[in-house]
């Protein structure tokens, strides 16, 4: 049998590059387009090809896509910072939902079977039920899940239309890094919760901040549903064995929330050292409860996540942020 070929976008990013090693490690030929804005090339490993493009670019894509036959398709590259996107809407409209758009075309004009789109939580913005099933109402409270949700939306058209088949995995709070150390989270400028603990309990900033601790929780402060990395390359394989048959969308949590005091106590634990932080204002825009329903995942393929205790998640994120003072680049 000849080996599946696939082209990941963004696969020097954090969750990209984590799918690529899963593709890799399955016997699969890879190709990697990424700019490096935000990736880097020292998270592409060994067997891995990596070819240093936007995929706005599409003549590039093109002469990628022409070089076929791929199996799929897997579309990590965006700009993801919810934030960023509430302060500059338009660039992030254009840079994820018009380019994931010119991607899908482009991928239907080359005759690509499969898709998957790393989608988001942000799509449902403020939930009026938790745990949050996939059918739920869909309310983006940002551009950046705006940008998202219309890429879905041109996936459902492309499938109807086109005979494209794709997976949209809507990821909660991706966390922890390769168990084997091979890869880990690296963002300039970092803003998620749990590699900002790490830094504090590391004496590497000046403290974290929580944002807010008078929400409606039991101790007042943010509660999201963390999902390791591994367990979300994981949920890649299983989804994409299922467009052998039809399109999927599933939420990918643990179906479990986890408060910002509670990752702070997981961090002090795991670490052996206090995390500074002091309680300052609420972050414009955060929902106080993010938590998936990820029943219909495991029901229609298996998915069992094997690294579902937040323990887990900082245990392998403190290893590679504690051997990696500077990211990749140390
Ligand atoms: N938080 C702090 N201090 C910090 C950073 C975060 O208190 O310095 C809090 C946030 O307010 C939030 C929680 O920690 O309550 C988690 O925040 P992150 O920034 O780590 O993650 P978000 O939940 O804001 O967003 C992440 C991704 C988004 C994605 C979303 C889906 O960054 O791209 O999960 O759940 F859309």
């Given amino acids: ?78 700009l993801s910072l919810v934030g960023e996107s509430m302060r500059e809407p338009m660039r992030y409209l254009t840079a994820n939902a018009s380019a994931g758009i010119a991607l899908i075309d482009a991928c239907v004009r080359h005759g690509v079977p499969r898709f998957v789109l790393s989608s988001t939580a942000a799509l449902f913005g403020m939930p009026n039920r938790i745990p949050i099933a996939e059918n739920d109402p869909v309310r983006p409270g940002s551009p950046y899940g705006e940008s998202k949700w219309m890429i879905e939306r041109a996936l459902f058209w492309a499938d109807r239309i086109h005979g494209l088949r794709s997976a949209c995995l809507r990821y909660f709070n991706a966390a922890g890094a390769d168990p084997e150390g091979r890869l880990g989270e690296d963002h300039h400028p970092e803003t998620h919760l749990i590699p900002l603990a790490i830094d504090a309990a590391l004496g590497r900033s000046g403290g974290l901040s929580v944002f807010g601790n008078d929400y409606d929780t039991p101790d007042g402060t943010c509660i999201r549903d963390y999902i390791h990395v591994f367990d979300l390359a994981q949920a890649h394989l299983l989804a994409l064995d299922q467009l052998d048959h039809r399109s999927v969308t599933y939420n990918l949590g643990n179906s479990s929330g986890h408060s910002v005091l509670d990752v702070i106590r997981t961090v002090a634990e795991i670490s052996g050292r206090p995390v500074p932080h002091e309680i300052v204002a609420r972050r414009p825009g955060d929902p106080p409860v993010l938590i998936a329903s990820a029943a219909l995942i495991h029901a229609e393929t298996g998915w069992n996540p094997r690294f579902g205790q937040l323990d887990d998640m900082v245990r392998t994120a403190f290893a590679w942020r504690d051997a990696h003072p500077n990211g990749f680049i140390s």
């Fill in 1 to 78: 049998m000849t080996r599946r070929r696939y082209l990941v976008t963004g696969g020097a990013g954090f969750v990209g590059s984590h799918v690529a090693l899963a593709l890799a490690e399955r016997d699969c030929d890879v190709v990697v387009i990424d700019n490096l804005r935000q990736g880097h090339r020292e998270a592409i490993l060994p067997g891995t090809k990596l070819i240093e493009a936007d995929i706005a670019d599409i003549a590039a894509v093109d002469a990628i896509l022409a070089d076929g036959p791929w199996h799929a398709v897997l579309h990590f590259a965006a």
